[in-house]
């Protein structure tokens, strides 16, 4: 199994949340392969931890690795108890942080690390990071590499299992079967959501819906849901690190949340997994804000919240965030060749708020330079591509 990017720290015991397949169990047990495992996917586990907490985390010994920790939330407990009493050290993995951050899992605050883990960054599989995607210009000979890798990329998306899949007819099946099953099924029982047809009609109406404002009487409308039941659906979703969001970003910090939010998918591959045919300008946009998400995510972008921007007349900026006192807008164009009319929303958003901005757009071209002071960058410079804007 290949390295993962991520920085883990091991002063403390930590939980890692990301969503199934992601390859959190794989990264503890290469890491830490001295650690006694146990994994809640496991009835006879799963019962034990429930019925008797306290007694299956002392079985675990002083240093164990325990997986899917969202089907018993109460063992967080006991947990905390032999942490702070018998200097135990527990890496703890959950596939959703449901019912992880009520009542019981806060009694870990302050006693754990928190990380994300998504999928791999594209190019993740294929060694360490070469190079800084706001900041370097991959070679020629690597930007070419990159841009025949694209295709597979846009295709099946970067889940692990699908990585080392040795063809593109098994990583299909393999899509197929996540649909089934981790995507929907291993959901619903999780979450306690009755209506299959629902959750597929809420994928499906994301996935036609990429780009545009989440509105959840829509959604409702377009699932046969009510909107209490629509409303569930998607945090569920949310919670289970298949979807993330983009909300309305304003000058004032206390109302960067008012603005309605933005839905896009953690990996291609979810949207691929339900054969909706969507743009290719759509496919790209979540492409490219899901491999910028994946970065921030594990510390590779020094950002809390990424946001969009939208003015009251309808002209909008795909993604802007804030890091050491700079503000950064991107646009996403499915073009060759950009013309100033593609970078004019982020001009006037500089004329706007008075202060210099990083600019940037992101494009299928192959070329690396200016157009009215915006720095456009190959899509294809994303592979094997980190950030500067590293957390400290």
């Known amino acids: ?35 006694n495992y146990v994994t809640l996917d496991d009835l006879d586990a ?43 050290h527990f890496l703890m993995t959950g596939s959703s942080s449901i019912g992880l951050f009520d009542s019981a899992a806060d009694t870990l605050a302050g006693r754990i690390h928190l990380y994300a883990l998504p999928t791999p960054c594209w190019g993740e599989d294929k060694g360490n990071y070469i190079h800084d995607i706001f900041h370097d210009q991959l070679a020629i000979v690597d930007l070419a590499q990159a841009r025949r890798k694209i295709q597979d990329a846009f295709s099946f998306g970067q889940f692990p299992e699908i990585l080392s899949a040795p063809d593109p007819e098994i990583k299909s099946e393999l899509l197929q079967n996540y649909k089934n099953t981790y995507f929907t099924r291993d959901l619903m029982q ?41 409303k569930k659906y998607l945090n569920i979703l949310l919670q289970s690190q298949l979807i993330f969001k983009l909300y309305g970003y304003q000058y004032g910090p206390a109302k960067r949340y008012i603005k309605a ?53 309808g002209r909008e900026i795909d993604l802007i965030f804030e890091s050491d006192n700079q503000i950064f807008a991107i646009e996403i164009k499915a073009k060759q060749n950009p013309c100033s009319r593609d970078v004019r929303n982020m001009v006037e958003f500089e004329k706007q708020l008075n202060r210099p901005i990083k600019k940037y757009l992101f494009y299928l071209g192959d070329q690396y330079h200016k157009l009215d002071q915006v720095y456009l960058i190959p899509v294809a410079s994303l592979y094997r591509g980190t950030s500067s804007l590293v957390n400290s």
Request: hydrophobic share 40%.
């Open 1 to 35: 199994m290949f390295k993962r990017w991520i920085n883990l720290k091991t002063d403390k015991s930590c939980l890692i949340l990301g969503p199934r397949r992601c390859g959190k169990t794989t990264l503890l047990k290469s890491r830490f392969p001295d650690y």
């Open 46 to 88: 799963l019962n034990w931890a429930k019925k008797d907490p306290k007694g299956f985390v002392t079985h675990l010994g002083a240093k164990a690795v325990i997986d899917e920790i969202q089907r018993c939330p109460e063992l967080t407990i006991a947990v905390k108890y032999a942490i702070d009493n018998e200097n135990a």
């Open 190 to 230: 999780l979450s306690n959501i009755e209506s299959l047809e629902g959750l597929y009609a809420i994928f499906n109406h994301l996935i036609r819906s990429i780009g545009s404002h989440l509105e959840v009487s829509n959604f409702a409308r377009e699932a046969g849901l009510s909107y209490p039941t629509t």
């Open 261 to 313: 939010a933005k839905s896009y998918f953690s990996d291609i591959g979810i949207i691929k997994s339900f054969n909706v045919n969507i743009s290719d300008g759509y496919l790209l946009e979540n492409f490219v804000l899901a491999e910028l998400e994946k970065r921030r995510k594990i510390g590779l972008i020094n950002t809390d919240q990424f946001f969009y921007y939208k003015t009251k007349s």
